[in-house]
């Protein structure tokens, strides 16, 4: 151990925590990441450990998936070590060609613009509402051309996206394929069916921010046998993530739990740092952002890590009703200070991951007063259009307003 390195680590979180208690603040405060792991997931994480010989047994991850599309009412499920790496899968099962263009959100991650650029797809950006963050159908049928082969549609922060079906049936029109983006939507639903459903492929995410959790992982889902047969086709060349890769994010299990979520994480979140801080796994790397392909992209789940989203899945329904509870509380919060809640779509059932809210710009820039007023972290997804890579997207009015504008609370607090 570093003896050094621990002494930083302690000296500067427990001078922060210090300064807290003398000021009367809270010393813990609601993760910015996703809360979902307990015990029992850590359980999993350290018996996998000692299962090295086990790692690369696909009977796990089949069950995931099976129960994954039975959960989600999908035919079909592929599990992948990514949502991103699932999107990627998604773009080869439609059969999108290089010089294709597909049309996705000017409000999205840039992980979602990297799967179309790294397939050769020319990508064009569509502006968004900012009622609930989706697509705006109304300022989508110019950025038709006849090169124009798919649209991604997103549903952002758990909510269902407001012109849902108005964007089916216009990409219907135009014998254009529909990928929905579920990514932070896991459980959401319309007319009593998940999102993800509607349109002709989709993918979800299990990254440590998202609804479900384990470090990093996706889902692809489709109901159409032929699209099906093309996912198994990507599924089965996919390589394996290496076992130093696995390793380190079973541990980012443990980081995890004892930082994010143990009830005494203010101290016992520096013990795991000065333990396991080296292995520490990053989702999106600096060249991502700037649109570069990782070189361990486009692997498949293994093992453990399908134990653990097995686990996780287990709970999703329970945890997302818990954020339905607190949403209310925000949207409480919303009308007495004047701020407009995001719309919930009739006959929809959000999820809300994070609860977002417009609020002036400053209160963006700087979001200190949430935690002297509430005593939480604010979220500031989106603080650029391609979260979070700094590159620009022009022609998107709304987007650039939620850039600036929009902030959001959590929903799991404890
Ligand atoms: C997180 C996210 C993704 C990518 O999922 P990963 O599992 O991190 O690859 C895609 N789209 C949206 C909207 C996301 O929030």
Redesign the pocket.
Known sequence: MNVLRAIKIIGSNQKANLFKLLNHKPLTVPSLTSMTLDTDDLQIAREWLLKKEEWYNPNIVAQFETEFARWNGSQYAFAFM??????SACIYALGLEPDDEVIIPGY??V??ANAFQFAGIKVIYTDIELETYGVDVNKLEDKITPETRAILI?H?YGLVCRDYMPLISLARKYNLKIIE?C??ATGATFRGIKVGNFGDVA?????Q??VFNTI???VAVTNDSQIAAKLREFYEQAPYPDASWIDKQLYNIILNYYQCKHPQRWWLGDVVEILYGDKRLI??TKDEEQGIRPPNYGCKMVAPIAAIALNQLKKIDHYNEKRRQTANKWKAWCENRGYKPPVCPADSQPIYLRYPVLVEPEKKQDTSWAFNELGIKLGV?FVSHL?PSPRKVEGCPAADVAVKQCINFPTLLD
Do not use: I, M, N, P
């Open positions: 990514s949502g991103r790496v699932a999107l999205t991650c992980v979602v997103h952002l983006d990514a932070q993918f979800y995410s299990s990254e921010s998202k990093q992982g996706g989702s999106t997804w979260h």
